[in-house]
């Protein structure tokens, strides 16, 4: 997957939610693959800007490669002030950028206007901060004559839609198959492979309620493997959900995958989400019919990150495919073959693979050589800890870490998440919120004390903040806290999943052994 490339929104679907588009070649209720005039739109708006598109994707799309170099030396007000708004705009991951833009284009309505879909209210944050871009597409679409390059660049894009149709189409009906799920057109739920040769290789993920949209480029290797994860999700999402109380009985192997260096920050907190994913995962590898040497080696590797539950996830696949019900009725026989007790006695002395930070090269390049030793063995220490739950021996470390090094943001955050284990949400609120405050500027303009320019730490300090106002009932500051965490920058997927999370519905703490109401990180 891309640095781009998958995560969640979920925001309260309109009646329609991708206007108008490029005929679409669609055999499957709600199941489509089409090109979009608003992402056509949007992406000419990003070339005329000079947005560093991939033109190596677009050898076969002549004309829509001419298009751009037409569009960059376009001359005129509308241009100009474009041209303004993206400087203004633009952030220092081109993936983000991108992906900001693409957001707006699925909730923009059809040109010349594009005006948004349902309500404003409910726009996802991205587009909120693009603030202002509605009126300068309209007004660059209309300078640019898009309408009319659209006409004649139509031709090159059904073409590509075209490329798309025979993997979507397998995709669908080998899933569908596996699954003996048939959709039908009352469920109102849709699934739309948006081809966009600007893309380039990076693969864009959306659902919107119960409107899921993967937008793809045009390049020699179709992303076949991330069409069908996304695939996977729209069928297989709403399980979790609608059988909760089952499984959350097996709520107990969430400490086992908790111990797990790679296992993202999401899954630590949300069983739901950790369930599904695992279940995609064994999924995947049903389909894929590898031979027993080759799944056993890929149920390790996923054991070894942390997605514990794969294993017994493809067991019980097995099971299912000598089973004649859909997937929807026989999703609780699945949770209920799984056996905890066998699972925490299978890995009870299970050595999980280490944390290995990867930085993106713009990353690399300003990253210090060298950072100092103690301090990172210090904070892994503290990290383990945290994943063992043993609040105490994580607290311990982490205050001799901010003794030595006053403000590490990392530090601070460990000692929060700390504070949430020991059951003082009191501390954790302060630290949470001391993290916030020094994300800000000075009247100087220059970094307070103890700022981070991590987006996960950040965002998720607005999470956490978010679930503690939701416990004391204070509902719209934990919105504010929700909406918050999903503009910021960067932030993960995993964050950006658990605050839309919060927005849909107010946090409930799950109730530890000890009966008292503290709230699991």
Known sequence: MSSAALFVLGIAAASKIYGQAAPAQQWTSGISVEASQQLFSTMCALDAAGFDAEESTLAEMPSRLALRGEL??????????????????????????????????LVAGPPPTFQYQGN???????????????KVLAAFYHEAHLDIRWTQIEPEYNRAIARYQSPVRRIVTVSNAYLREILKPMQGRTFTVFVEPLVGNRTNFRNFGDHYAIVVGTGAQLPIDDIQHAYLHFMLDPLPLRYRKQVETKYGLLNIAARAPQLPTEYRTDFLSFTDECLIKAVELRLRRLTAE????????NDKAGFILVRPFVTQLQKFEKAEPAMTYYFPDIIAGIDVSAELKRLQNFTFAPFQETLEPAQKAVAPETQPAELDRWLAEG???????????????????????????????GLAIASILSGDGDRARELFEQLVAASGSTASGSPNPGATSDPSILAW?????????DLEDERDQALIEYRTALAINGAPENARVAAQRGLDAAYKSHAPENGKGSEKP
């Open 72 to 105: 960059l030396k376009l001359q005129g007000p509308a241009t100009d002030a474009l041209r303004q708004f993206y400087r203004d705009h633009n952030l220092a991951d081109s993936g983000e950028t991108l992906s900001r833009y693409i957001t707006f284009a």
């Open 120 to 134: 404003a209210d409910f726009l996802p944050p991205d587009v909120a901060a693009l603030e202002g871009f509605q």
């Open 294 to 301: 080759k799944l056993e080696a890929a149920l390790v590797e």
């Open 383 to 413: 990290d383990h800890q945290i994943a063992l739950k043993d609040a105490p021996a994580a607290s311990a470390t982490f205050e001799k870490v901010l003794e030595k090094y006053p403000n590490e943001p990392r530090a601070v955050y």
């Open 461 to 469: 300090s607005h999470v956490y903040l978010g679930r503690m106002h």
